[in-house]
């Protein structure tokens, strides 16, 4: 988990083996002159950005999409890259400008601020680029023979207009051999069905930041834990909100191809968001060790 978000103009490169993307986290900065909300950021090579930005459009992506009923307000959206990337390839980034980009010769990091004014806003966004990468991800894949190493995780997230009830902010995806065997690792080191507190940590640090429909008493049911084959669940606030690799779609540790996970009664964006928050710094600490 970073320590601190940057300034626009720091940069913030992961060295990774080739990988389409790392999903990361990057707390809030809560005091000095420049304080920030907690972030989510999606970090590409330079090429792997352009191609994904690319997708969105020729892939026809956005045809899936329908801002103006989800966030209930006018929008430009129309297949145009404007309203998705205010600045073409500046700082601006996301549904209403949501985010901000940084770029240099051979990275793109994606910023997401996440703060309650902006949360339908970060979902939807998030939704879109997930999509892409993920169909970026498949096809680096086919294209080359890529190791098993190569992306840890896949996800995509759901954001349908009935936001208030139906699974509507679902979060499903994929995570591959290396980081699936990372987690039975890890879990032989802990305690059986130990908490992770570093993804704890993070996920009530969002909760309180988004001004939850539940109010402030209910941070404690932010818990994050890895079960001793390796599998994890992340939970938050809600009727069993979590996002999980359970039991009855698991391949198992050794299994050569990625492992499924999903979720359960993820109704509101907030919800979703917590628990990306989360996955992301259980993906950050699988970095860490992976490279």
């Known amino acids: 988990m970073r320590e601190e978000a940057h300034c626009k103009e720091e940069t913030m490169n992961i060295e990774n083996p080739g990988r389409v993307f790392d999903l990361s986290y990057v707390p809030p900065r809560k005091k000095g002159k420049n304080k920030k909300p907690p972030e989510l950021v999606f970090t590409t090579t330079f090429n792997h950005g352009q191609k994904t930005e690319e997708c969105i459009f020729e892939s026809r992506i956005f045809e899936r999409v329908s801002p103006e009923i989800y966030l209930k307000t006018k929008t430009h959206w129309s297949g145009q890259q404007a309203d998705l990337f205010p600045e073409v390839h500046g700082r601006g980034f996301g549904f209403g400008g949501c985010g901000y980009v940084v770029e240099a010769e051979d990275f793109r990091e994606y910023h997401l601020p996440l703060t309650p004014t902006t949360v339908y806003h970060v979902a939807l966004t998030v939704h879109v680029f997930s999509m892409a990468l993920d169909w970026v991800t498949t096809d680096e894949m086919k294209a080359e023979n890529k190791s098993n190493r190569f992306q840890l995780l896949t996800f995509e997230t759901w954001c349908v207009a009935n936001r208030q009830a139906g699974w509507g902010h679902a979060v499903h995806g994929s995570v591959f051999p290396a980081f699936r065997r990372w987690l039975t690792l890890t879990a032989e080191k802990m305690d059986e069905n130990s ?97």
């Open 195 to 291: 908490s992770i507190s570093e993804a704890e940590a993070t996920m009530r640090t969002v909760y309180n930041y988004l001004g939850h429909p539940l109010g402030m008493g209910f941070n404690d049911q932010c818990r994050a834990r890895l079960y001793t084959d390796g599998r994890f669940i992340l939970e938050c606030p809600g009727d069993a909100c979590d996002v999980a690799i359970y039991p009855d779609s698991d391949y198992g540790a050794e299994s050569d191809i990625p492992t499924p996970f999903s979720c359960h009664n993820l109704d509101h964006a907030w919800q979703q968001l917590i628990l990306l928050s989360g996955l992301a710094v259980l993906h950050e600490l699988a970095v860490k060790d992976l490279g």
